[in-house]
């Protein structure tokens, strides 16, 4: 096994500078993990890629562009991930009579089927890692907030979802935790 391969590794949606996930991603180099750092846009990821990260522009809520990444790490680490931090997120403000529909499903489409998407494609890897898998959901989603009907929904389901997996997955030894913000 390579000295790369060695390192614990982590994936991490959603590094947009100026977010949770970049401010992440600098912490776990820091901490000596192999850091797979993703958004949307490779361009927004530079200065990750200058500090010795590895980068990919991951849309989570495209099925092909998630399943390259999943290639791409299971390539790069013999086929383990011991980290998956799902990251990425939409917001969306708006009166809940107000709201437009397909607003309301891109909005789900990242905070929700996107998990799902990187959930599906990664596990192999992170059971063969008995990996972890942090998805950062929201207050909102637990308290109502005005305004925030869509958001708050979608954050809702990402916290129903992450229980029900964290009970799947412990069987594989992979931890599922949901952190609220």
Not at 77 to 97: E, F, H
Request: with cysteine; hydrophobic share 45%; net charge positive.
């Amino acid at each position: 096994m390579s000295v790369s391969n060695a390192r614990k590794s982590v994936l991490i949606t959603g590094c947009t500078p100026g977010g949770i996930g970049h401010a992440l991603a600098l912490e776990f180099h820091k901490q000596g993990f192999r850091v797979f750092a993703t958004a949307r846009r490779l361009a927004t990821l530079e200065d990750l890629r200058d500090n010795g990260m590895e980068v990919f522009a991951v849309d989570v809520a495209d099925d092909v562009s998630v399943k390259a990444a999943a290639q791409n790490v299971a390539e790069l680490t013999n086929g383990r991930l011991d980290v998956l931090i799902n990251n990425a997120g939409q917001g969306y403000n708006m009166a809940a009579t107000d709201l437009d529909i397909s607003r309301a499903q891109v909005v789900f489409d990242t905070n929700l089927f996107g998990v799902m998407r990187m959930v599906r494609e990664f596990a192999p890897l992170l059971v063969k890692a008995k990996g972890k898998i942090f998805n950062i959901g929201s207050l909102a989603g637990v308290i109502p907030v005005p305004f925030r009907s869509v958001y708050g929904a979608s954050k809702a389901a990402l916290h129903s979802y992450g229980d029900s997996l964290r009970l799947e997955m412990k069987p594989f030894d992979v931890t599922v935790v949901t952190f609220s913000s």
